[in-house]
């Protein structure tokens, strides 16, 4: 039998104080991505802020400070180029434009083609979206993102208990969050499959969790003389492995999207990549100990309202 | 054996018998079957979405509120040809916002009323008194206008793109105003936005030629300095003249410029009075766009030239002027000409447009969404590459890891690839590119459900139970947990499915259908197996 974890017996829960802190200042560096996205000065993709993007494919290599040179002498000042040069792609983004009257798509071809006019390329893809559309995007995903949660606390809330369906909720938030941080550190542009990737993340994270509480909750039945930490460190180290291989298995599969699945998906499954990483750390650390606290502060409560009965 | 082992898997075969079936006509294995088999089976497979196969996705806004106002427009020069008709004199027609004010001799309000409430039902009165008037729209009509106009221009939309004829396009209305349009496989975007966003309102107008600012006038200007000119002249045009400008480009040189002129800005008439419009071939091969008016526009166009004889007429198009001909003689039989300077294609999509009529207001392009076929197909490539490595991946990872019990679950993981693919099929869903993420996902989740199961009975063989009983008891543990885990997932894939749009949407689908068939394939194909294996005489070991 090949076995990566033979039976162990780590404390995920004494050192949780510190990982509360690792956590506190990687969702703190998320809530700011939040606040700097949503007022504008996040690397917002072009679905949210409205704008165009442009992806040609070139026959020959191309300069990317002489492609911005030429687009700036067309008038087109503000353009974000991103070159795939393995393939002699290059994406031009242009962000807040007004897109009705000036055609982007025909302005940047032509741009090229009198500048480059040896190097032939096609315009593989143009997306233009205006603000309306963005703003309804913009509602949509977050509207998607306060259903489900609602949805989940009260489905777990109901499975379980309501402390872990919030415990559940803040670990999920908690997952979310930190890859939302992580993005705008590497200045990954936040488009929507970033954000249906988000989502999924939330998804993937959840589900690690319920599989951790639902050890927790048949644990808790069996091992009624055992302390609460006790019985939550035992339920954590008994799912280890498992978690560990469904990470691998997901994190296998995901990884071969991010290498070879091309640059529409590439943002979407580092995304996911991370999340898997993060979300299995939040329900080994964060969830679980969340519970912990929050017994623990009930506990103290009851015996303060029993000094006071005496 | 077991009860029920049968049932179970005849359930399977089913399963996976309707799924292929269904998934034949999306694989290259369809095109050798014979013919009859499409009439007996599915014969429609997986489409793809527009990411995959190339193509435009546009979203336009029908701006509504400018119908309204054109309809104003339309009904002060109708007025104003009703009472000319009637040969009354001294009457004015200006129209002032949403609002049309007439002045006429006094004693002529009973010829008035009566023109008006025979023809202009759709006007109502606000003010009046002494030889004035001032109408409005009526309410009805407006509310009327407000919410047929966006239906009005899906109409038009899908006439002109069926007679540019594109296979399988997609046109439907969105929200209060929107219209939602899917060209698949489109090669010339910019050709097909201009097709569609015209607003094509055709318009006759008469040239001032006699103003004295036309000695100021500049010939010819560059692209682009048209508001300068406006700002220029406007206070001194006069009040019923306005500047329009005709696009030229001289073929040689490769020149572009504008010319201006100085028109008379009521509307001598309007081009919504046409039956016909062709392309055909001046003497320069030059093509030009000929017009055939019904039998109304032929006597008004007969009456508009005789009375103009040697004045310019301007042949105007969304405010571009595209000809202004001199009018020799009066001109009868109900045809005219639009020439200019277009190649045969500008043409001929004109002709298009003018056939199919105009839209009731002008369009707003909210979202203009192109990929080419190239790199559709290159998402397509790349896309099955990666599922591919992944699940060799996650096969040979299995494999080593719990030996003969992951053969078990690459097994399960291969009928839920093919039942997840065979259910998008049946639903005819649409494949996007983030669908296929959705598919890679659902392998990597596909096993958890094998994995939790396989654990579980890990631990019971550990703690010493027999290997019967560690199945069941390894079954019936790791039950819940993936009950409860894929349901908080399939909540999340059904929220991403509510409030998500196109590539989104096919994403939730894909994740949606894949946790289902997860959880079935987990708990019934597997189990079955492992129910056979307990079945038998004897079993004392297993491999996991």
Do not use: C
């Amino acid at each position: 039998m090949l076995t990566f974890i033979k039976k162990t017996d780590i404390n995920f829960i004494g050192k949780r104080k510190q990982f509360f802190m690792l956590s506190t200042v990687l969702v703190a560096l998320g809530i700011t991505a939040l606040i700097l996205i949503s007022s504008g000065s996040g690397n917002l993709g072009i679905d949210f802020a409205g704008g165009a993007a442009i992806q040609l494919k070139f026959d020959q290599p191309i300069q990317i400070n002489a492609a911005r040179k030429a687009l700036e002498a067309g008038g087109l000042k503000n353009a974000a180029l991103q070159e795939i040069s393995t393939e002699n792609k290059l994406i031009i983004r242009l962000k807040k434009q007004e897109i009705d009257k000036t055609n982007l798509r025909s302005k940047v071809s032509d741009i090229f083609s009198t500048s480059f006019s040896g190097n032939t390329f096609v315009v593989e893809s143009s997306t233009e979206i205006g603000p309306t559309i963005g703003e309804k995007l913009q509602r949509d995903a977050l509207n998607a993102i306060l259903f489900s949660l609602i949805l989940i606390i009260t489905y777990i809330a109901f499975r379980f208990e309501f402390r872990f369906g919030i415990a559940a909720a803040i670990a999920t938030f908690h997952d979310v969050l930190v890859v939302l941080g992580i993005f705008y550190v590497l200045n990954v542009e936040i488009t929507l499959l970033v954000v249906t990737a988000l989502l999924t993340i939330a998804g993937y994270s959840l589900n690690d969790t319920v599989v951790v509480f639902d050890r927790i909750r048949e644990n808790l039945k069996k091992r009624k003389k055992e302390t609460f930490d006790e019985v939550i460190n035992r339920s954590i180290n008994d799912n280890l492995s498992r978690t560990l291989i469904t990470s691998l298995t997901t994190f296998l599969a995901v990884i071969a999207l991010f290498l070879f699945g091309g640059e529409v998906i590439h943002d979407f499954a580092l995304a996911v990549i991370i999340g898997i990483v993060v979300g299995t750390y939040s329900s080994w650390f964060i969830a679980s100990s969340l519970l912990v606290s929050w017994q623990k502060r009930t506990e103290s409560q009851g015996k303060r309202v029993l000094k006071r009965a005496s | 054996m077991k009860k029920g082992i049968k049932g179970r898997l005849i359930t399977i075969a089913v399963f996976l018998f309707i799924a292929i079936m269904f998934l034949l006509p999306s694989t290259p294995i369809y095109s050798i079957l014979p013919d009859w088999w499409g009439k007996v089976f599915p014969d429609k497979g997986v489409s793809l979405g527009l990411d995959l196969r190339g193509g435009m996705h546009l979203v336009l806004e029908v701006e509504v509120e400018k119908a309204v106002d054109n309809s104003i427009e339309r009904s002060a020069t109708s007025l104003e040809t009703a009472l000319k008709e009637k040969e009354l004199d001294n009457f004015t027609v200006t129209r002032e916002g949403r609002l049309i004010h007439l002045t006429f001799p006094a004693d002529q309000t009973e010829t008035v009323r009566t023109i008006l409430d025979e023809d202009f039902v759709n006007l109502v009165t606000q003010e009046e008194g002494g030889g004035k008037k001032v109408l409005t729209l009526r309410e009805s009509e407006k509310n009327r206008i407000l919410t047929t106009s966006t239906l009005q221009a899906l109409e038009t939309i899908r006439n002109r793109v069926d007679e540019f004829g594109v296979a399988e396009p997609l046109i439907q209305k969105q929200g209060e105003n929107q219209i939602l349009i899917q060209l698949p496989g489109i090669d010339d975007p910019d050709r097909a936005m201009e097709l569609i966003g015209k607003t094509a309102i055709l318009e006759f107008k008469l040239l001032d030629e006699t103003h004295a600012i036309l000695n100021e006038f500049p010939g010819r200007i560059e692209p682009g300095m048209e508001t300068e000119l406006i700002n220029n002249f406007k206070d001194r045009i006069g009040e019923g003249n306005e500047i329009l400008f005709q696009r030229t480009n001289n073929e040689e040189t490769g020149e572009n410029y504008k010319i201006p002129f100085l028109v008379k800005k009521g509307t001598v008439m309007a081009g919504d009075l046409l039956t016909d419009a062709r392309v055909s071939i001046g003497e320069f091969n030059d093509p030009y766009v000929s017009i055939t008016f019904n039998g109304e526009g032929a006597r008004l166009f007969e009456k508009v030239t005789g009375e103009n004889v040697n004045r310019r007429l301007a042949i105007v198009l969304d405010d571009n002027v595209y000809s202004a001909p001199n009018i020799n003689e009066k001109i009868s039989g109900g045809r005219a000409q639009i020439s200019g300077s277009f190649t045969h294609q500008e043409a001929s999509d004109l002709a298009i447009i003018l056939r199919a009529g105009s839209l009731p207001a002008p369009v707003k392009v909210l979202q203009n969404v192109t990929v080419g076929p190239s790199l559709g197909s290159d998402s397509i490539r790349k896309g099955w590459m990666a599922g591919f490595i992944s699940a060799s991946m996650v096969v040979g990872f299995m494999i080593m890891y719990y030996r003969l019990s992951g053969l078990l679950a690459v097994m399960a993981m291969t009928i839920n690839v093919i039942l997840l693919v065979g259910a998008l099929a049946t639903l005819n869903a649409t494949l996007t590119l983030p669908g296929i993420a959705g598919i890679i996902l659902s392998i990597g989740m596909a096993v958890d459900a094998n994995v939790l199961i396989l654990e579980r009975i890990r631990e019971e063989l550990r703690a010493g139970r027999p290997v019967r009983l560690a199945i069941d008891a390894g079954y019936e543990k790791a039950f819940t947990s993936i009950f409860d885990s894929n349901v908080t997932t399939l909540i999340t894939a059904i929220a991403l499915f509510m409030f998500g749009t196109g590539p989104v949407r096919g994403f939730a689908v894909t994740l949606g259908l894949g946790i289902t068939i997860n959880l079935f394939t987990a708990l019934v194909a597997t189990k079955v197996v492992y129910d056979y294996l307990n079945g038998r005489k004897r079993l004392e070991t297993l491999s996991v």
